[in-house]
Structure formats: structure tokens, C-alpha cells
């Protein structure tokens, strides 16, 4: 997916079909009342009374574990970063040989889904970093990314989630993140315009220098080859 660049310092995330309440995904007290089996037949049986309504017919081969396998992936799968169980550890350790300027980690892939029509959000997303003196495994932060998009999402407040995560994983502000992404809300249906995506960005303490930031922003842009 392309990333263009030239013009992130004006980027506006806010819209009319975009309104976010908190960079906290919002959730009820009673979230974890339930265990996972017990979602899992109640979501089935939701499933089931909207196939049934539709007009379909669950006696159909095709159709009949259709209500079961979706419940087990709402729980299980794309909708499993709501379970703070699942939360990945991201161990630090001491950045022993001084690297002192910036970690980039590019391309990671996004899978999500919006929270105003559960349809998918698929894009990538791209992580840089400033040690203070600690540094993190590469792989967590891909399951950061991966954490906080299992669940229903705004491109938004995933952006500034990851954000935050690292931050305090890290114990610095020196943190950015942008993600490039297309959302099927747009593309597949309404409007239907496949071509668009969106992008969105999070830069904290020291990417907040246009200098920082330009960096950051010129190594996403490398093409990476093996």
C-alpha cells in the first residue's frame, strides 16, 4: 500500500462519520460478567435470528455452523484484543549497546474492524521509537498493533493506542505511529470507493520536532527488499 507523506502535517483525523468518546475503547463494568463459552452461545444464537430473518435457511449444509463458527470468531479472534487476558507482555531490556537514534519498525500488518458497521480495516501500520535507555523486542510490537485491533475500532483511537502502549511499555514520550489503512465501510459499500484509504498518526515527545518527524516519515517511505 502507498504511503504518501507530503502533506501528514495538515492531516485533520476528525469527521463527521468519526466521532470518537475516548482513546479508550469504550466498555461496560460487567465487560468480563461472562465467560468466553457463555458469549459464544449467546452470539450464536444472535447470529442465528439474523440469518433466520434475512431469509436463509440454516438447515442448508452451507449454512447450518454458520452461527457457531462466527460466534467463536467474534470471541476468539477479531474481536479478542477486548480481553485485557490477552494483552501481550512486552519485556524491556537495557539498551546495552547505546543505540541512540531512532527504531523504526514499518509495515505491520493491520487487521481491524470499524465499530460503526463491523466491517474490516486492513492497512498497515508504522512504529518508531526513541530509547532512553531501554529498548523493546521487535516482535512486540507487532502483537501491540495486533492487540489493540482485535476489537471494534476507529483508525483514531487505534493510532493513539498504540501510541500510549509503548509509551509506557518504554518509559518515554519518544514514540510516533502511523497507519495506512482502507476500511470496507467505505469501499464495499456506501460510497463504494476502493481506491481511497486512510491515514492517521500519533507523534509524541521528540517526533513532535518537524526534523524528527520528516525522519520518520522519509524511512517509511524506503522500499524494503530481500
Do not use: W
Not at 194 to 210: C, L, Y
Amino acid at each position: 500500500m502507498a504511503f504518501d507523506s507530503s502533506n501528514i502535517e495538515d492531516f485533520d483525523s476528525s469527521d463527521n462519520e468519526h466521532i470518537g468518546t475516548s482513546e479508550n475503547t469504550p466498555m461496560r463494568k460487567d465487560a468480563f460478567k461472562l465467560n468466553n463459552a457463555e458469549k459464544i452461545e449467546i452470539i450464536k444464537d444472535d447470529v442465528r435470528h439474523i440469518m433466520e430473518t434475512l431469509g436463509l435457511d440454516l438447515t442448508d449444509d452451507s449454512l447450518k455452523g454458520t452461527p457457531n463458527r462466527v460466534a467463536k470468531m467474534f470471541v476468539n479472534e477479531i474481536f479478542g484484543g477486548l480481553n485485557p487476558d490477552k494483552k501481550p507482555s512486552a519485556s524491556t531490556f537495557e539498551n546495552k549497546y547505546k543505540y541512540g537514534e531512532m527504531l523504526v519498525e514499518k509495515n505491520i500488518t493491520v487487521y481491524s474492524t470499524c465499530e460503526h458497521h463491523l466491517l474490516p480495516i486492513v492497512g498497515r501500520a508504522h512504529i518508531a521509537y526513541i530509547s532512553n535507555g531501554t529498548v523493546v523486542g521487535l516482535s512486540k510490537m507487532n502483537r501491540i498493533v495486533d492487540y489493540f485491533a482485535k476489537r471494534p475500532q476507529v483508525q483514531e483511537r487505534l493510532t493513539i493506542q498504540v501510541v500510549r502502549e509503548l509509551q509506557e511499555v518504554l518509559g518515554t514520550k519518544d514514540v510516533a505511529c502511523v497507519i495506512d489503512a482502507k476500511h470496507l465501510c467505505v469501499n464495499s459499500r456506501g460510497i463504494r470507493d476502493i481506491e481511497s484509504s486512510t491515514v492517521t498518526s500519533e507523534f509524541g515527545g521528540k517526533f513532535k520536532d518537524m526534523g524528527t518527524r520528516r525522519e520518520f516519515l522519509d524511512y517509511i517511505k524506503l522500499d524494503t527488499k530481500f
